[in-house]
């Protein structure tokens, strides 16, 4: 099984709102990423999580929280977003730099988020 | 971090044409990786090929980690094939991955 799964598929919110994406692998990966990306645009890394803890900040405003609640399971806590945050964001797995085998990355097929 | 670069950013072929798509990168590598992104978003996973080369179907990948680049070869082109193939690598010091701007590629019938 190399399925990444994310939930939900479109999610529409106001500014006021507070919203969380939710992602689940069941590989065994140690290392789970989240990535945005606009149209016409490649994925733009925001967070790495290894090993549960958060190794990787790149950057991305506070108003994005990411959470790993086991290694199974990643989150990204919205809240107060902004128009121009409407974009598709993805979450991938991989075995991460420790492993000495394959790092291959597996990607879930996204949200669709659009901030009204 | 890494630097990746696709060419050409842009790519029209005729069905049945042959096409060939580069990614360079700017230090070693312990993941290189080539994606088909479908209308719907998906990513959907080509080769992963650090080093070497792969086949499968009509489409092949070389990986020469020494010299820094990956060649994505696409060979009797269908209409299918159109869309967005991005690169994507991991350097040997952290876990990020990054991905190049990609080449969008269409396969007029």
Redesign the interface.
Known sequence: DTEVTQTPKHLVMGMTNKKSLKCEQHMGHRAMYWYKQKAKKPPELMFVYSYEKLSINESVPSRFSPECPNSSLLNLHLHALQPEDSALYLCASSQGTVARGRSEAFFGQGTRLTVV | GIQVEQSPPDLILQEGANSTLRCNFSDSV??L?W?HQNP????I?LF?IPSGTKQNGRLSATTVATERYSLLYISSSQTTDSGVY?C?A?G?R?????????TRLHILP
């Open positions: 312990n993941n990786q994606f719907w978003g998906q990513l996973n992963y991005f994507a991991k040997n952290d876990d990020k991955i990054i991905f190049g701007k990609g």
